[in-house]
């Protein structure tokens, strides 16, 4: 039954415009998907619930950006991603075929294989004797593939850039000067929504692995010695209708447990099961999203990756699964804490200061000591050198200088050798009014194609042999069909009035007047439309339509006049019932 939805979920969507593989015409290419009609406007709908939900419900500490697809190969090699993107690869040698080795052992073997060497892989595939899914042949050694795409920017081959795999560097790369036109402020928030690019070596799963795909995804900023005052957070917390998550930790999988229990993301983050108590607060964030785009709470939970399994930059991962027919649960979000990994390699990689200032509320009085160096001496006897010598003085950890000076009795910096009396260890009170600091930044990151697919997983439900798509009214890529009951002049004339009324009140509206009503109804049932207001004869005489419900097929009449409201109510939430006794 499983596979049967799945099968049904596909055809429906090629057959309906959602989507299809992309150039089908050349025999499609692996890891390319087209979205149709409908799609586009699924996931217009499905990243404007996500902006409120990250964006506009968090307008005070979130602001959004737009940064280019294509990157200078510098920013990649700053970000670790020329080293560590990479996927463990083997070929066939008979046919040439290539694949991903960890997929290939875990079909083969059922063997867990992501974080393994490529050493292991290899020694695994020798063992058993792995060989080729296709034809049989014999596999090489197991190596590494880096899935970046590689361009160049402009006419020279040496200026060699990179399509993004993720929005976030450009997120790093601009933070300091939207950290300036947000007034300086923390926490602070940048999220970005856009398309990115992975050279997967065999992608498959349809839509839940692509080549080309759109993230949705937030940076989020924040002083690790001070992660939220007790003010925001309570007021952040006060808005969410849930405090608990199921998650299923690293340490539960070594105790042998296999299903994700619950716990309240406060007591998560004082017990430290989440590290950051913004990773937590993202979390809850994107369990309501999810919820609202027609998932259950039994049917997610958040699976903390071990430290192999997890991407070079995170101190901390949990991955939000959802369940589906054919897969089983498949990640849509991931959650990462990636400390300060990404600043401090820009500042390295940019020679850029990317560091804020903290001003303390009060300053505060500390006690510092410093060396003195006795500059005429360090003068006349190194002469030419001494400028290099007072440049690296001035570089000195003091603590560890003086340590040195205990145990050696002189500093020897630059070549050169001070002797303990030419150096004076000073001690004075300095009023310090604030710190500079790197930031530190938890992740939640979202691939908008696989949520498309969940979501219509999900919402796929036959009902007296029709096909129903129950997607919540708010994302449904229609919102409501307009018919005349009958092609009657007066009929038609009134409801295509009525089309164009709902479509000039900012309604995606579908017009038709072809064959029974019985097979429109399951037309627009088909693709999801939740609401379809009919003209019928009754309608000519006391200027009342009716309005369906998708779901229960159930019909309530409502004053023309107030056709526009009722739609705007329905799509909002309200219960066919209230409507009725509203508009009718």
């Given at each position: 039954?499983?596979?049967d ?24 290419v ?48 700053a970000?670790g ?13 008979k ?33 058993h004797?792995?060989?080729c ?16 795409f ?35 402020r ?31 995804e ?25 405090r ?36 937590g607060y ?83 009085i500390?006690?510092k ?20 010598i ?6 000195l ?79 449904a ?108």
């Amino acid at each position: 039954m499983h596979e049967d939805r799945h099968e049904a979920v596909m055809e429906l969507a090629k057959r309906r415009g959602f989507f299809w593989q992309s150039y089908e015409i050349y025999g499609g290419v692996a890891g390319f998907y087209d979205l149709g009609p409908l799609g586009v406007r699924l996931k217009d709908k499905i990243i404007s619930l996500w902006r409120e939900f990250f964006i506009k419900k968090h307008s005070n500490i979130v602001v959004e950006i737009e940064t280019p697809i294509i990157a200078p190969s510098k920013v990649f090699e700053a970000s670790g991603h020329l080293e560590h993107f990479t996927d463990p690869i083997v070929e066939c040698m008979k046919c040439g075929r290539k694949f991903r080795a960890d997929h290939l052992i875990e079909e083969k073997l059922g063997i867990k294989a992501e974080g393994l060497s490529v050493e292991e892989m290899t020694n695994i595939i020798r063992e058993h004797d792995l060989r080729c899914p296709v034809c049989g042949g014999p596999l090489s050694e197991v190596k590494l593939f880096n899935l970046l795409f590689k361009t160049t920017i402009g006419p020279y081959s040496s200026n060699i850039g990179y399509l993004r795999p993720e929005t976030a560097q450009g997120m790093f790369v601009a933070f300091k000067r939207v950290y300036e036109v947000s007034r300086k402020r923390l926490p602070l928030g940048i999220a970005q929504i856009g398309r990115v690019a992975r050279n997967e070596i065999s992608p498959r799963q349809g839509m839940l692995r692509l080549r080309e795909f759109t993230i949705a995804e937030i940076e989020f900023f924040f002083d690790p010695e001070e992660p939220f005052s007790n003010d925001l957070i309570s007021e952040l917390m006060d808005r969410l209708p849930r405090r608990k998550i199921r998650v299923l930790t690293v340490d539960a999988k070594k105790n042998g447990e296999e299903k994700p229990f619950e716990v309240d993301v406060e007591e998560a983050i004082r017990d430290k099961i989440i590290l950051t108590p913004w990773l937590g607060y993202w979390m809850l964030v994107a369990q309501e999203f999810m919820h609202a785009l027609g998932i259950g709470y039994s049917d997610m939970y958040f699976d903390e990756k071990a430290p192999e399994e997890r991407a070079h930059y995170s101190a901390q991962t949990f991955d939000q699964l959802v369940h589906v027919s054919r897969y089983g649960w498949i990640e849509v979000s991931g959650h990462s804490y990636r400390t300060d990994y990404d600043l401090s390699r820009h500042m390295k990689y940019s020679g850029q200061d990317l560091r804020v200032f903290k001003q303390y509320r009060e300053p505060i009085i500390v006690k510092k000591k410093q060396l003195i160096w006795d500059k005429a001496w360090i003068g006349r006897t190194f002469k030419s050198r001494a400028k290099t010598i007072f440049e690296e003085l001035a570089r000195l950890n003091v603590e560890e200088a003086i340590k040195e000076l205990e145990e050696k009795g002189y500093i020897e910096v630059a070549g050169a050798r001070i002797p303990r009396d030419k150096i004076t260890v000073v001690e004075r009170e300095e009023k310090i009014t604030g710190k500079r600091f790197i930031p530190h930044v938890a992740e939640p990151s979202f691939g908008v194609e696989r949520i498309l697919y969940v979501v219509l997983d999900h919402a796929y439900t036959v009902k007296d042999g029709r096909v129903v798509l129950r997607l919540p009214r708010r994302i449904a890529p229609i919102d409501v069909a307009v018919f005349p009951l009958v092609k009657d002049a007066q009929i038609v004339k009134l409801a295509k009035k009525l089309w164009i009324e709902l479509m000039n009140n900012g309604f995606y509206t579908l017009y038709d007047e072809e064959d029974s009503i019985g097979r429109r109804y399951a037309r627009i049932d088909e693709i999801g439309v939740p609401a379809a207001i009919t003209v019928d004869y009754q309608s000519l005489e006391d200027s009342t339509v009716t309005l369906r419900d998708r779901d229960t097929w159930d019909q309530v009449r409502i004053h023309i006049d107030k056709v526009v409201e009722a739609v705007r109510d329905f799509i909002n939430g309200a219960s066919l019932n209230d409507i009725g006794q509203r508009y009718g």
